[in-house]
């Protein structure tokens, strides 16, 4: 049996107890101690940057198939202030997170009466407060009780990150004495209740064109145990974002991952149907359209949120809301003797729509020997292998080419986090991704742009070894933001590239700088016999992709500036560029387009 001498020993070994086995961490004298304790009981990883450690934590948790657990450790005051995007990240994407800060003593708190006192200290405690599930400033030792409930609250119901902000002396002081005996409340998810059961089968059941839709809320582990059943059923399924995984692309009726950056003819069948039943996803103004009011617009939405606040915040419109875990409610659909009522047309059109529009929009094109982007992207998942686990980034125009494009397989992980939207999510996704899955090659696709915000992880990535390969496309600039400044400000161009005052590295230097291996690639030596040698080696290897600076990115859900300033958006199936012809008198029979 351990004997914990000092407190952070004994507050280190209840963490994990409690089923913690990594920590990604920046060291700083507030946290010394901690630290200390940490190296004894867990694989501690250290990284360059504090918001690495929490973006690598928030990733090895939503990845790990051990049930694993890990947790980011960060000093006082700027090791609090460089966490806080990743925390916010963790908080707007319901994943659990732990944070420990560090913090000055408790006799030089200032405790709010002047600025600062301690060494670094800020009152880290409360800037996170509205971000965090909860957050607590340990002046005091916790007992063994309170820390199993902040880490129970971290992971139950809707999940989000919890911070402990522990002063350096109380980490240092002897151990308690482990006389608590106090019961862990433990908050079981509600389960759905036989009449919005009967009401829900009922709906399906009156219903010619349905669509399924499921969320990240629905666990990845969870899906794949039941994904044959949930198949059997013969509905079309759609996923949102975090979803993605949910549901294999080869499955006959796909319906794709609509969102206002989504597929096109995701988002057509998604407003085409007359019932949307909307499983573990909070439906946010990204997955139904900035133009929410015409979301579903001949059908009606019953939602399943763990979280009751998201099924009354007024939008979408829905027609029942059912307050309950995902997992449960789908168990009692799965159980249920439904009858599947969706017409022949209806199932169909589904495989029309996909089998004729699921392609790089004809708009999408790069001169010269630059690669296009979204054909790219395609012939990559065509070469990846069904035990990859994907990390495409978070936000940009390489982002979104790979939720429009990308054909994932089966048992394949892939994960994001797009509610914050931040750049640089990346390279420090895909260090928990590896480090949650060892045996298994990452794929990392992010823009250049976004790359730079977190490049100094590559020195993580490089000492570790890790089988990483990242697929950096690079544009000279912020392909996203030019794009806008084009559209909407006829091309007055401001910060987006190096023209404009933007300065980018060399990307190939960078690389050989942290003794990474990196090949630049053109549309004459994509997919080379080269190219696809080095990734199937072991280890990092970086891929420059150049693109087309000028290249556009379709299709998309425009916006228009009214005449009193406001801001009118075309609902999520009404994408540029417009569909003509045939195709727009086939694909919008059941919606109102002139």
């Known amino acids: ?324 875990d995902s997992t449960m409610f789908l168990n009692q659909l799965i159980s249920s003797d439904l009858i599947n009522n969706s017409t022949l047309e209806w199932l169909n059109f589904v495989r029309e729509i996909r089998t004729e529009l699921d392609k790089s929009d004809d708009a999408n094109v790069a001169t010269g020997d630059f690669v296009e982007l979204h054909k790219f992207v395609r012939e990559l998942s065509d070469n990846l292998k069904s035990d990859d686990v994907i990390v495409p980034c978070s936000s940009g125009g390489s982002f979104n080419a790979v939720m429009q494009i990308f054909q994932h397989k089966a048992n394949q992980k892939i994960l994001t986090n797009k509610s914050l939207a931040s750049m640089g999510y990346g390279l420090s996704g895909a260090i928990g991704a590896s480090f949650a899955n060892p045996s298994n090659r990452i794929i990392l696709i992010e823009g250049d742009g976004g790359f730079a915000q977190n490049l100094q992880e590559l020195g993580t990535v490089g000492v570790n070894n890790l089988n990483l390969k990242m697929f950096l496309t690079s544009n000279k600039g912020y392909a996203s933001i030019r794009t806008t400044q084009k559209s909407y400000f006829g091309g007055n161009y401001i910060g987006c590239d190096e023209s404009t005052g933007l300065g980018l590295p060399d990307w190939e230097y960078v690389f050989k700088a942290f003794n990474i291996p990196v090949k630049i690639i053109t549309q004459s030596n994509l997919w080379s016999s080269e190219m696809l040698d080095h990734m199937e080696q072991d280890g990092p290897f970086a891929f420059i992709i150049k693109l087309d600076p000028e290249q556009l990115y379709y299709p998309k859900v425009t916006s228009r500036v009214e005449s009193d300033g406001s801001m009118k958006t075309n609902p999520i199936h009404l994408m540029a560029p417009d569909l003509v012809g045939s195709q727009k008198q086939r694909f919008f029979k059941y919606l109102d387009v002139n």
């Open 1 to 324: 049996m351990q004997i914990n001498s000092k407190y952070s020993d004994q507050f280190m070994s209840w963490l994990s107890e409690e089923g913690y086995t990594h920590c990604f961490f920046v060291g700083g004298g507030n946290v010394m101690h901690l630290l200390e304790s940490a190296s004894k009981n867990f694989v501690c990883i250290p990284v360059v940057h504090e918001v690495a450690a929490g973006i690598a934590a928030e990733y090895f948790n939503e990845l790990s198939d051990e049930g694993l657990r890990a947790f980011a450790l960060v000093t006082a005051g700027p090791g609090l202030t460089n966490i806080v995007t990743a925390i916010a990240g963790a908080y707007l994407e319901s994943r659990e997170l732990l944070v420990v800060g560090g913090q000055a003593k408790v006799s030089d708190l200032s405790r709010g009466l002047v600025p600062q006192i301690g060494h670094q200290e800020i009152d880290g405690t409360n800037i996170v407060k509205p971000i965090t599930k909860y957050s607590i400033l340990a002046d005091r030792r916790l007992s063994k009780s309170e820390v199993t409930q902040i880490t129970q609250i971290s992971r139950n119901g809707r999940k989000g990150p919890v911070f402990v902000e522990m002063c350096l002396d109380i980490s240092a002081m002897p151990s308690l004495e482990e006389t608590d005996k106090k019961n862990i409340t433990k908050i079981n998810p509600p389960s759905p209740n036989i009449n919005d059961m009967k009401l829900v089968k009922q709906l399906l059941e009156n219903s010619s064109r349905p669509l399924i839709l499921i969320g990240g809320g629905v666990p990845r582990s969870y899906a794949k145990s039941i994904l044959p059943k949930l198949l059997d059923l013969g509905f079309p399924i759609a996923t949102t974002w975090n979803g993605f995984d949910r549901i294999p692309y080869s499955y006959e009726l796909y319906a794709g991952r609509p969102n206002t950056y989504g597929m096109r003819w995701a988002n057509i069948i998604n407003q085409s149907a007359d019932l949307v039943i909307a499983v573990g996803t909070r439906l946010g103004i990204q997955q139904t359209g900035f133009a929410w009011d015409e979301y579903v617009p001949k059908g009606k939405i019953v939602q399943i949120d763990v979280d009751p606040l998201e099924l009354s915040k007024g939008f979408p419109k829905i027609e029942l809301g059912i307050c309950c």
